[in-house]
């Protein structure tokens, strides 16, 4: 069982960055991929960004909507992936989610709203 609580959500103007965070427990962090997703009002979920676990590269993949504005990186010694959101837009409000996954495990954190506004 992987608990999720992520955090660093807020408002934010146009332009602006922010920080998100995810603290895992309960397994071993090290084995999962992490993912940040969003949710906006009336869309679906969506990915925003990937990074595998060391085991398999930690390689990280990410949205086009995002390349180049977000890093996804992780701290396997504290259990904590983050997400570092620059440039932001208001087509970036939204709720995000924080997931862990490993073979048939799938873990999602409750979200933190960010919301991008002037």
């Known amino acids: 069982q992987v608990h999720l609580v992520e955090s660093g959500g807020g408002l934010v103007q146009p332009g602006g960055s922010l920080r998100l965070s995810c603290v895992a427990s309960?397994?071993?962090?090290?084995?999962?991929?992490m993912g940040w997703y969003r949710q906006a009002p009336g869309n679906e979920r969506e990915l925003v960004a990937v990074?595998?676990?060391?085991?398999?590269?930690?390689?990280?993949n990410y949205a086009d909507s995002v390349k180049g504005r977000f890093t996804i990186s992780r701290d396997n010694a504290k259990n904590t992936v983050f997400l570092q959101m620059n440039s932001l837009k208001p087509e970036d409000t939204a709720v995000y989610y924080c997931?862990?996954?490993?073979?048939?495990?799938?873990?999602w954190g409750q979200g933190t709203q960010v919301t991008v506004s002037s």
């Open positions: 997931r862990a996954y490993f073979m048939f495990y799938d873990y």
């Open positions: 309960g397994s071993i962090f090290s084995r999962y991929a």
């Open positions: 990074i595998e676990s060391a085991t398999n590269g930690g390689s990280t």
